[in-house]
């Protein structure tokens, strides 16, 4: 990722914002533009793994099997 420094500021700020259940209590206007910052970091495949760990992100316990079943098969290809 280009511009680290930035992409972790707002990083951390999305993790914090998430964590602390607040997103209803930022206004729209930033909402929009983490949503916006967001969706350009997981245009790419490296983009997206980075974010996930960057964020550290829960993995969805209510996800299907067969989706559960098709990340891990993606995630042993990444890491052969």
């Known amino acids: 990722m280009y511009r680290t420094g930035n992409h972790q500021r707002a990083a951390e700020f999305v993790?914090?914002?998430?964590?602390?259940?607040n997103m209803e209590?930022?206004?729209k206007a930033q909402q929009?533009?983490?949503a916006r910052l967001i969706?350009?970091?997981i245009?790419?495949?490296a983009n997206r793994r980075?974010?996930?760990q960057l964020l550290?992100?829960?993995?969805?316990t209510d996800m299907p099997s067969e989706h559960r079943s098709l990340?891990?098969?993606l995630d042993r290809k990444l890491n052969q």
């Open 39 to 41: 969706r350009q970091w």
């Open 71 to 73: 990340l891990d098969e």
């Open 32 to 34: 929009k533009v983490i």
């Open 50 to 52: 980075q974010l996930r």
């Open 15 to 21: 993790q914090r914002t998430s964590s602390e259940s």
């Open 56 to 60: 550290d992100l829960p993995t969805d």
């Open 43 to 45: 245009s790419s495949d």
């Open 25 to 27: 209590e930022i206004g």
